[in-house]
């Protein structure tokens, strides 16, 4: 069974940082790719950034030059680091991965609040 935890989300002030964490566990085949999105209230779930077991990164286009994705393939591990948050960044992030490009496992969401 496909499980991914999620940590890190917290209240920051304007400006500031967080770094989120989701180890997946449950398969013995590649979690690729590995994501995150965030839904805000009253919005759409939307993609914030993704990355493949390559490396290979693709970023929406709010968070570029300020969030970094990385991953840790032994650990099965993706990180995001957010940086300069704003309050617009204020969401409810989610780990997605599929498995070998097959599937859609989320996580349970993790709260971010900007706001000073």
């Known amino acids: 069974q496909v499980q991914l935890v999620e940590s890190g989300g917290g209240l920051v002030q304007p400006g500031g940082s967080l770094r989120l964490s989701c180890a997946a566990s449950?398969?013995?085949?590649?979690?690729?790719?590995m994501g995150w999105y965030r839904q805000a209230p009253g919005k759409q779930r939307e993609l914030v950034a993704r990355i493949t077991s390559g490396g290979i990164t693709n970023y929406a286009d709010s968070v570029k030059g300020r969030f970094t994705i990385s991953r840790d393939n032994a650990k099965n591990t993706v990180y995001l680091r957010m940086n300069s948050l704003k309050p617009e960044d204020t969401a409810v992030y989610y780990c997605?991965?599929?498995?070998?490009?097959?599937?859609?496992?989320w996580g349970q969401g993790t709260q971010v609040t900007v706001s000073s």
């Open positions: 997605n991965a599929a498995v070998n490009w097959r599937g859609d496992y």
């Open positions: 449950g398969s013995t085949f590649s979690f690729d790719p």
